[in-house]
């Protein structure tokens, strides 16, 4: 058979035989072959969801901001924005629009990236600010999330007459899903109000797992942000294995999310014949598998279709690195993933440090289940001090593997699936 994986801008291929094996794919959407990716969210915004029509919210109103998506999401802001900025301009003709780039806790977005990501029409014309996380002066109390954290949110945010977002929607391995009040929280919120919303409490959560909401003390956080920071109406998206919108919601930024949720699941929701022995996957390629730290998203959909003891095979370009120093610094200086993963658990909400979550859920997995990276040669070394096997390519860590009497799960795009029992 041939095995095809998501790299960069390229695909990884392998062709052999298998004694055992099964691809698994996210299914695709039906009944949108006919529209093209603006007239999907047109539509969306043509009906929105449990909300007026955004012309009609804007009307009266001096000034908006939408917040827009950073660097490291694959979300067809050029295509989304036009529509929204019209609707605001058609219902409040002098209104001043800013648009908030959600950056969480990343380093910010460069100016030639949000030009390609925007188009150059767009970036010249409109008001764009980044959001800076550790900008204490610039953030604004909004009172107690339900799990006790203060909630600081950017003052652009905070203090505009109408706040809306765009984004897109796909299964998230610890708030359920991103998209919809993802971007208030952690997208414009201060660094501490992130760290204690990603706590090692609530990680450890068994509720905090890809496609949950329910019961999911983080999405709880999530959607109480979006309520305090007055989140008006959103418009997100569901992009396809090429990053193409296949459905779109607009409206309620909790009513319009959740029916995103339940499309996506409808579509997302995979079931493996039989746990793996081996499992291989990706980030789906760029731009999410622009560095090690995103890898850890694949690797929680391999751990959900892997066999207690299984290897998993992960496949990232990490153009950009390794993505977190803090991450890189804790997994290579311990004694090991189990040893970590016990002092990560003593460590209070108000404690917790930048990466904490990421190297969590890592060491959760690297103390099941034996990891070989595929990657760029640079980061060989990176590779094996995080304690995962360096691999050169898909073949060589196939062999690596020995699937001989093996089965073996393909995911070719990890962050796109949700592994269901």
Not at 9 to 28: M, P, R
Not at 113 to 126: C, N
Not at 211 to 232: C, F, T, V, W, Y
Not at 390 to 409: G, T
Request: glycine share 8%.
């Amino acid at each position: 058979m041939q095995v095809k994986i998501p790299y960069g801008n390229t695909v990884l291929e392998w062709e052999g035989d298998f004694s055992s094996c099964e691809v698994i794919h996210a299914q695709e959407s039906a009944g949108c072959e006919e529209q093209t990716q603006e007239q999907i969210i047109a539509g969306a915004m043509a009906n929105p969801i449990g909300s007026r029509p955004l012309e009609e919210l804007a009307r009266g109103k001096k000034r908006a901001v939408i917040i827009i998506s950073d660097h490291t999401r694959p979300v067809p802001s050029r295509l989304i924005l036009p529509p929204m900025l019209e609707a605001l301009r058609a219902g409040s003709p002098e209104i001043e629009i800013t648009l908030l780039v959600a950056t969480g806790c990343h380093r910010g977005t460069t100016e030639a990236e949000l030009r390609q990501k925007l188009g150059d029409a767009i970036f010249e014309r409109e008001r764009i600010l980044v959001h800076d996380c550790d900008d204490r002066d610039n953030m604004v109390n909004l009172g107690t999330l339900p799990s006790g954290v203060d909630l600081w949110v950017n003052r652009v945010a905070a203090e505009t007459e109408l706040l809306l977002t765009e984004g897109f929607i796909e299964p998230h391995f610890f708030a359920g899903f991103s998209g919809g009040r993802k971007s208030v929280l952690p997208g414009v919120c201060a660094r501490r109000t992130v760290m204690a919303n990603h706590c090692a409490k609530l990680i450890d959560d068994p509720h905090a797992r890809t496609g949950i909401l329910e019961q999911n003390p983080i999405h709880a956080d999530m959607m109480a942000a979006a309520r305090m920071a007055k989140l008006s109406y959103v418009v997100n998206v569901v992009l396809d294995a090429k990053k193409q919108v296949i459905h779109a919601v607009a409206g309620d930024a909790i009513e319009a999310h959740r029916a995103g949720c339940d499309f996506i699941s409808g579509i997302c929701a995979v079931r493996p014949e039989k746990k793996g022995d081996i499992v291989i996957t990706s980030n789906g390629g760029a731009p999410l598998d622009q560095n090690l730290y995103q890898s850890v998203k694949c690797m929680s959909a391999a751990e959900a279709a892997a066999a207690d003891g299984g290897t998993i095979i992960v496949c990232c370009e990490c153009a950009d690195g390794i993505g977190g120093e803090q991450f890189y610094r804790a997994v290579k200086e311990c004694e090991s993933a189990g040893q970590l993963l016990g002092e990560i658990r003593q460590v209070e909400p108000e404690d917790t440090v930048p990466d904490q979550w990421q190297y969590q859920i890592l060491c959760r997995i690297l103390e099941k289940h034996r990891v070989i990276f595929v990657t760029g040669g640079e980061l060989a070394q990176v590779v094996t001090d995080m304690k995962m096997e360096y691999a050169k390519s898909l073949e060589a860590a196939i062999r690596m593997a020995d699937p001989q009497e093996k089965h073996v799960v393909v995911i070719p795009d990890g962050v796109s699936v949700m592994v269901v029992e």
